[in-house]
Nanobody
Framework: QVQLVESGGGLVQAGGSLRLSCAAS??????MAWFRQAPGKEREFVATIGWTTGSTYYADSVKGRFTISRDSAKNTVHLQMNSLKFEDTAVYYC????????????????WGQGTQVTVSS
């Protein structure tokens, strides 16, 4: 059974940092990503990483502040979020699938349950 389990969300002041983690089990993935969904808005791409190449891609809104990384031994992907802004407030979802890294929601079959990140201004 495929499972993606996120952790690390919480409440933080603007300018602070959080680190999200997503532990994958049940199969091998070739790409993992983070998406987020704010209240009343559509789910949007945040960052993705190729599992074998380590290639990373970021949304312009988080570039330079967020870093996605992987721990192959633990089958886990992390999202280090620095200099957090109020507008980063959202439910963050981990996603995974085969194939090359992608920014598109439709290219990910497997999703975690989401973890809430709230940034206070």
């Amino acid at each position: 059974q495929v499972q993606l389990v996120e952790s690390g969300g919480g409440l933080v002041q603007a300018g602070g940092s959080l680190r999200l983690s997503c532990a994958a089990s049940g199969r091998t993935f070739y790409k993992m990503a983070w998406f987020r969904q704010a209240p009343g808005k559509e789910r949007e791409f945040v960052a993705t990483i190729g599992w074998t190449t380590g290639s990373t891609y970021y949304a312009d809104s988080v570039k330079g502040r967020f870093t996605i990384s992987r721990d192959s031994a633990k089958n886990t992907v992390h999202l280090q979020m620095n200099s957090l802004k109020f507008e980063d407030t959202a439910v963050y979802y981990c996603a995974a699938d085969l194939g090359p890294p992608s920014l598109a929601i439709r290219d990910y079959t497997y999703w975690g349950q989401g973890t809430q990140v709230t940034v206070s201004s």
